[in-house]
C-alpha cells in the first residue's frame, strides 16, 4: 500500500548518515529505534554548532551568552510545539527521562499523607513505576498496581477505573508500550483520575516518534519524552501544568531561579543536546511543510501534518511485518495482531521464538546486519507477568525511515530459521 509519506522516504534516509552503514556487503537495518532512533544531519550539525559557535553558560553578558540564550529559549519554543503546549516555560529539561522522573517524583510525593494511593500499571517501562514506587514508600503510601490483559498486552481498563479512587494522588500511565507498542487511552484514564481528584503522569518516551503528542487532548498534568527516541539526542523533556509546576516545591539549590522552567532544570543543561533536540522538532516539521508545500507552516501545524503522513506509513510497514510474522509458525507475537485494532499500537512488536532465546535471535540477526532489542527493554513487570524472564522477548521497532525491503529482509532471515 503506497501511503504520502513513501515516495519521501528515499531523501528522509540520505538524511540519516547512519542508515547508509553496511554489514558484511549488505546496507544494515536499524530496527533498534525504541532503544534509540538515528538521527539527521541537521542534529549533529545543530550540537556541532551550538560547541562550535555559542556556548556559554545561563545568563553570561557578552555575545555568546546572549547567543546561547536566545538559542536555549527557542529550544523551550520548539519543545512545546512537539507537546502540544503554548507555554514554553512549562518545558523542562534533564538527562533522560528516568532521571526527570525520579527528581520530579520526588518533588510531587512532598505533598502525599499517609492513607493515600498511587496508581502505576504493569505495562509501563519501569522508569514509570519504580520512580513512583520508590516515592510512594518514602512517603509510607500505598500503590496499586493496574493489570494488562495477557490476550494482547492493552491494559486492562477496568481493573485501572477500579483502582482509581478518592484516595488516589496520582496515576502514572504510558502513553505507548515500549514493549508490545500498544497505545493507551490515556484521556479516558486521565478523565477517570482527574474525577477522583488525581494527578496524571503521562510517560510519551516510546510514543513520541510514532504520533503527535497532544498534552491538551491527553488532559494530562505531566508528561515525559525523551528526544533520542524522536531523531534527536540524548536529552530528557519534562512538561508541566504552569499552576502545578509554580506551585509544587522542585528540589534545587537556593542560587538557582525559583521560577520556571529554572526550577526544574538542575545544574547546567547539554545545551548542545537541547540544540540539538530543537533540530529533531524542526526536523519532523520539516517533512510536515514538504508535504503541505508550505515553508512557511507554523511549526505545530507542520508536526501535526507530519505526524498524519508518518501514522499511515509505519501502519503499512507493521501490517506486513505482523503477516509476515504469523506465517512463521515458531514464532509467537505478544500484543495487538488484529489489522482491524491497528489504530491502537505503534509499530513496535515483541515475539518469542520456540527453539531460540530472544538473546540468540538478536545475535543472529545483528551478524546479518539487521539490528533488533533482546530481553525485557525495562518493561520488566509486562515481561515477568508473561513468564519471560530471564530471556524476555525479541522486539523490532520500525519507525519512519525503515522500509518495506528491510521488513522483507528480516522476515526471510526468520523464515530461515525454520529450517535449521
Ligand atoms: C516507554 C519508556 N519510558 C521511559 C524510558 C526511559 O527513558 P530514558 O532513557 O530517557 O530515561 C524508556 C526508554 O527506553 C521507554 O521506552
Known amino acids: ?33 525504541p532503544a534509540g532512533t538515528q538521527v539527521p544531519q541537521s542534529v549533529i550539525d545543530a550540537m556541532s554548532h551550538y560547541l562550535s559557535h555559542c556556548s556559554a553558560n545561563h545568563g553570561g553578558q557578552f555575545p555568546t551568552g546572549r547567543e546561547s540564550d536566545a538559542l536555549l529559549d527557542e529550544v523551550h519554543r520548539g519543545l512545546a510545539d512537539f507537546v502540544g503546549a503554548d507555554d514554553p516555560e512549562e518545558i523542562a529539561f534533564g538527562q533522560n527521562m528516568t532521571s526527570l522522573t525520579f527528581a520530579f517524583s520526588r518533588a510531587l510525593a512532598r505533598t ?26 518514602d512517603a509510607g503510601i500505598k500503590v496499586q498496581f493496574v493489570r494488562f490483559r495477557s490476550e494482547d498486552c492493552t491494559l486492562d481498563l477496568d481493573d485501572i477505573r ?18 508490545t507498542g500498544g497505545i493507551n487511552p490515556v484521556r479516558q484514564i486521565a478523565d477517570w483520575a482527574h474525577e477522583a481528584g488525581a494527578l496524571v503522569f503521562a510517560d510519551a518516551v516510546h510514543f513520541a516518534p510514532h504520533g503527535l503528542v497532544d498534552v491538551k487532548a491527553l488532559g494530562v498534568d505531566f508528561l515525559a519524552c525523551s528526544a533520542y ?17 509554580e506551585s509544587m516545591e522542585a528540589y534545587k539549590v537556593r542560587p538557582a531561579n525559583d521560577s520556571l522552567p529554572s526550577k526544574w532544570m538542575t545544574g547546567t543543561q547539554s545545551h548542545e543536546s537541547m540544540s540539538g533536540a530543537l533540530a529533531a522538532v524542526d526536523y519532523l516539521a520539516g517533512i510536515g511543510r514538504h508535504l503541505a508545500g508550505n515553508a512557511a507552516l507554523p511549526r505545530r501545524n ?3 501534518a507530519a505526524y498524519e503522513a508518518i501514522v499511515p506509513y509505519e501502519r503499512s510497514l ?18 495487538i495482531t488484529d489489522p482491524s485494532r491497528f489504530g ?11 527453539r531460540f532465546t530472544s538473546a540468540q535471535l538478536a545475535e543472529r540477526l545483528g551478524s546479518r546486519g539487521i539490528f533488533t532489542w533482546h530481553g525485557n527493554y525495562y518493561a520488566l513487570n ?10 524476555g522477548m525479541l522486539r523490532v521497532g520500525l519507525v519512519h525511515y525503515n522500509t518495506a525491503e528491510e521488513v522483507e529482509r528480516l522476515l526471510a532471515e526468520l523464515r530461515q530459521l525454520e529450517s535449521q
Open 1 to 33: 500500500m503506497s501511503t504520502p509519506l513513501a515516495p519521501l522516504i528515499p531523501d528522509l534516509r540520505a538524511q540519516f548518515p547512519a542508515l547508509a552503514r553496511r554489514e558484511n556487503g549488505q546496507p544494515a537495518v536499524f530496527l533498534d529505534g
Open 112 to 137: 502525599w499523607k499517609p492513607g493515600d494511593e498511587i496508581v502505576v500499571t504493569l505495562l509501563d517501562h519501569d522508569a514509570n513505576v519504580t520512580p513512583w514506587v520508590l516515592a510512594a514508600r
Open 162 to 179: 477500579a483502582k482509581i479512587n478518592g484516595r488516589s494522588k496520582l496515576v502514572a500511565v504510558g502513553c505507548a508500550s515500549n514493549a
Open 229 to 245: 527516541k524522536f531523531f534527536g539526542p540524548h536529552i530528557g523533556v519534562l512538561w508541566g501544568n504552569r499552576k502545578l509546576m
Open 302 to 304: 507542520a508536526l501535526t
Open 318 to 335: 507493521v501490517s506486513r511485518l505482523l503477516a509476515g510474522l504469523a506465517e512463521v509458525p515458531e514464532i509467537k507475537v505478544f500484543g
Open 344 to 354: 491502537e499500537r505503534v509499530a513496535t512488536v515483541s515475539f518469542t521464538h520456540q
Open 382 to 391: 509486562l515481561s515477568e507477568q508473561l513468564g519471560h524472564e530471564p530471556h
